[in-house]
C-alpha cells in the first residue's frame, strides 16, 4: 500500500486584461488510484508578483503581461478614494438597526405567543 501525492495546474486568461487563474488539483493515489481530489484557486492580476508562483504561472505572465498592459490595467482600476465613516456615523447607524429589529422583535414573539396560546385553549374545549 503505497500512497503518493501529485500536483496538477490548470491555467485560464481572462480577458481584456490577461488575468491568470490558477487552479492547482492536490491529488492523492493509493497504489496508483486517485482516491482523493482537493483544489485551490488562486488569481494574477496584471502587476503582482508571481515569483513565488508555479513556473508555469511565471512563464505565462511574462508572455503576456507587457509594460503597457500592466500600466493599461492599472489605470482602469477605479481610483475614487472611499471616505472613512465617522465615529458618530458609525454609532448612529448601529443604534437605529438595533432599536429597529428589536421591536420587530418583540412584535412578532407577541403575535407568536397570542396565536399559540388560542389554539391551545381550542384544543382544550
Known amino acids: 500500500m503505497a500512497y503518493e501525492e501529485k500536483i496538477e495546474y490548470k491555467l485560464e ?8 487563474q490558477c487552479r492547482r488539483a492536490d491529488i492523492v493515489l493509493k497504489d496508483g488510484v486517485e482516491i482523493a481530489r482537493g483544489y485551490h484557486r488562486t488569481v494574477y492580476s ?25 500600466e493599461d490595467y492599472k489605470e482602469s482600476i477605479d481610483p475614487t478614494p472611499v471616505e472613512p465613516i465617522t465615529e458618530e ?37
Open 13 to 20: 486568461i481572462i480577458p481584456p486584461w490577461s488575468i491568470i
Open 46 to 70: 496584471p502587476g503582482d508578483d508571481v515569483s513565488e508562483a508555479p513556473q508555469e504561472v511565471q512563464d505565462v505572465a511574462g508572455a503576456l503581461w507587457t509594460p503597457e498592459l500592466i
Open 89 to 125: 456615523e458609525e454609532v448612529a447607524t448601529t443604534d437605529e438597526v438595533v432599536t429597529d429589529t428589536e421591536e420587530e422583535e418583540v412584535a412578532t414573539t407577541d403575535e407568536v405567543v397570542t396565536d399559540t396560546e388560542e389554539t391551545t385553549d381550542t384544543e382544550a374545549v
